[in-house]
């Protein structure tokens, strides 16, 4: 059963057209940035990973690996101490609870010509803090793949983002698979079931159905059937 947080498919895309039109990006000239967003647990960190990893694997004649680059929006996530004292430390992954002008600011300095390496920060998950400079976009790199949730929100902090973003996916997923990838993920990093399930209900829920309405905007909607399985082929 799906809920309304979870956009269809406009049409059946696979993963293989997703990597057609990631390549298409790549190939115009300067830099392009590709958006992949989604409700918490859609998959979007999966597939972005999964088009980085291939199209590093198959550069063009000339090109590196680093020819394409990931940098998550969760590199801006707000570190607990300043959570706790804005008190939102209880909201954590809410709209709020991220540097939401710093990561467009990173996008702008991507998207302009540099000859010098920029690094981007990371969120480490053992920790679940970000992590300063993590992240090294090479002067070589013609894509720039990144993904989170809030790149469609209508928010006045997060709306300057769209613009920045040559095109933007969305990652659709059963509402039920989704909040079970998020429940085990949390486990996985510390929560009791039931403080993970109660994490889902009071936040990744209210994210998800705040993030739904962008799928509107989105130049594609992507199906679950085009989201490789971690450590699957992904041909």
Known sequence: MTSSTSAPPTAEVTFGDLLDRARALAERPGRSVLGV??????????????????????????????????????????????????GRLGRKGAPDTFDAHGYAALLERLRAPSSATVYAPAFERDLEQPLAGALPVEPDCRL???EGNYLLIDDVAWTPVRGLLDEVWFVAVDDDVRRERLVARHVRFGKTPDDAVAWVGATDEPNAVLVAPGAAGADVVVPASAVPVPGGPTA
């Open 144 to 146: 720039v793949v990144t």
């Open 37 to 86: 967003c989604g409700a918490p647990g859609a998959g979007k960190t999966t597939l972005a990973e999964a088009v980085v990893a291939a199209l590093a694997a198959d550069p063009p004649e000339g090109c590196s690996a680093t020819w394409v680059a990931h940098v998550p929006m969760d590199g801006f996530h707000l570190a607990d101490v300043a959570l706790r004292r804005l």
